[in-house]
């Protein structure tokens, strides 16, 4: 169980020498699958899915069995914490995640707790059980998290936002309400995050999808500072192996080195990131992760392998890059680009390490 | 008639000393007054309101007759140039704007002309003539145009968009189309503004709403590039006087050196941009222009004025900033907040440059 027959992924994120440059999609089981969405259909619903070991296991090795890809990585909810915090998490028919009971009242903040992850989580700790047991030690499994930030737009407003106005206002009238909040948040990921990993979780990712939402101060207020306080609590290390951490704040690319600073192992990339810049600026502190626009998959797959190319001649030959997504992948995607960009990568990394690749195009 | 009264806005725009910060405020004539919405009720429509020059001059003086504002800014939409080449520009009730002809066959690309602002846009020019005769000198008034990308966003996607993927798929596939799309835009939006300081406008801005939205390669190549060939073909100076030029591009933190060289004389800046650290690395090749996030303004008295002050303390005293939000205002804004801000930025602004203000907080 403990053997993994390619650990590419993994060696990546801690800036080992790989034979070529292993990727992920974010998002990879979701909606542009056709079975992913007949398994949906049959569970009933997005929550359901979430909610049934066996179903997320299903749809979590679906582009697996369709694609050679590095890792896998656990189907769920980035919002199951604050759902298991008692705010009540539905989905109105086509449209995004709402809460029941969104966080308005000081009492109801500070009424909150940090939720028990094998209570009150137990269907996602079965979950990362069963989908490790049903990879049989091909590719590595990533556990996930949303930010504490990102959980606390969720919990403030009550649902997605394009301005992020009642978290705001907290921010600039109440911080101190907004740091309870993210205090309770900072302990419930952390926990959530280390029971994923003793239950078979190998790397683990905090999707910080709101932080560049934030001004420049309060990006480092309220969501750097608690995503290192995250990181500082993760386990390091589970059943003799390392466990690497990726951190990725959508709209970040401002504050990488800072981000790189925090000691997780590997910084996500959007894709308006140029990554030799990247480079230059984290040194090698850290590996990075991305950061194809996913737009691209929509184009032709002449395109897509073009722009595949781009990005692995930006980032260049040197280890510490898995290559993914900028953002998750869209549902509009055919999937048969999917198996391009898969293919372009793999082959074209390899031949960059063998030096046969083309020239960088220049910046 | 060319006598400013308060030219406290053009000096810092061109970073020669002032008295105080100068601001004005993104969408300041907006749906936060209450006397706008009434105009516009009166009006019958927005669209109503952007084709006549009386109603535009009306609510354009609203905010300055409330607040001691440094500029005015022409009322109109940003796609008055794309509904001239004839793309049938509309308001669906509740939703942003739509064409009814979007842009997606190659023969409607290839028929696409640059408008005579004269003949095709002649109402904006009429209004930009009696708002400044109105203005009776007080403060100047900025003209203003949507970039040749941002432009190019609304004219093939048909509306607002979350992903952009038409354009994106247009790029990828055939950039060859995107970029003469970008090339009519270029020279109409140059045309247009130009059309604009013939009429009257002491400087003009250019909103690069959706450039941020571009992977980093694709932003100059797309959106960059064709900023360039717009400022360079501006009049540089009408009337004996010298007719500035802002750039802003939302989400170009990442890209303000580049900006900063096109050859305009400001940038604009989004809230997540450091101001010191955007200082540093533009040098004093331009002025600054931002960057209150506007969410501020729904906050408390108290919180607005403090986040005011740290806008104008990372800025520092010296020549060459412009205050202004990230950001338009948000139509939720309470009108007397802005009262508070406008004061705190004359009043914390002027003594900074006396040298009483409090020591930065640090970054």
């Known amino acids: 169980m403990n053997r993994l027959h390619n650990d590419t992924f993994l060696r990546a994120l801690l800036r080992q020498p790989t034979d070529y440059t292993p990727l992920w999609l974010m998002r990879q089981a979701g909606r542009y699958l056709p079975e992913y969405n007949e398994t949906r259909a049959r569970a009933g619903s997005f929550l359901k899915l979430c909610h049934s070991p066996s179903l997320a296991t299903e749809v979590t090795l679906q582009p697996l069995a369709r694609y050679d890809l590095d890792a896998a990585i656990l189907f769920s909810d980035i919002l199951t914490v604050p759902d298991a915090m008692g705010l009540g998490l539905y989905f109105a028919d086509g449209e995004g995640p709402r809460f029941e009971r969104p966080l308005r009242e000081e009492w109801e903040i500070r009424a909150l707790e940090v939720p028990d992850p094998y209570v009150h989580l137990g269907y996602v700790m079965d979950a990362v059980a069963e ?65 994923q990993i003793e239950s078979g979780a190998q790397a683990v990712m905090i999707f910080d999808t709101w932080g560049g939402a934030l001004a420049h101060r309060a990006y480092r207020e309220f969501s ?43 910084v996500g990339l959007d894709w308006t990131v140029d990554p030799a810049q990247a480079r230059a600026r984290v040194g090698d502190r850290v590996a990075l992760q991305g950061n194809l626009d996913p737009m691209v998959l929509l184009a032709s797959p002449a395109a897509v392998a073009a722009q595949a190319r781009e990005v692995l001649d930006a980032f260049g030959p ?5 290559f993914n997504l900028g953002h998750g992948i869209s549902q509009r995607t055919p999937p048969e680009n999917v198996a391009v960009l898969v293919d372009t990568v793999h082959a074209y990394s390899r031949k960059q390490r063998s030096g046969n690749a083309e020239q960088p195009a220049g910046a």
């Open 131 to 195: 989908i490790r047991r049903a990879l049989a030690g091909s590719v590595p499994l990533i556990g996930f998290s949303g930010s504490p930030f990102t959980l606390a737009c969720y919990m403030v407003e009550g649902s997605g936002s394009d301005d992020f106005r009642h978290v705001k206002t907290m921010l600039y009238d109440r911080p101190d309400l907004l740091h309870h909040i993210l205090e309770v948040n900072a302990r419930a990921v952390t926990d959530y995050l280390n029971a």
């Open 224 to 266: 750097l500072r608690y995503l290192e306080q995250v990181v500082s609590g993760l386990k390091r290390e589970h059943d003799g192996h390392r466990v690497p951490s990726v951190v990725f704040t959508k709209g970040g690319g401002q504050w990488l080195e800072s981000i790189a600073a925090i000691g997780c192992d590997a």
């Open 318 to 322: 040197a280890p510490g890059h898995v």
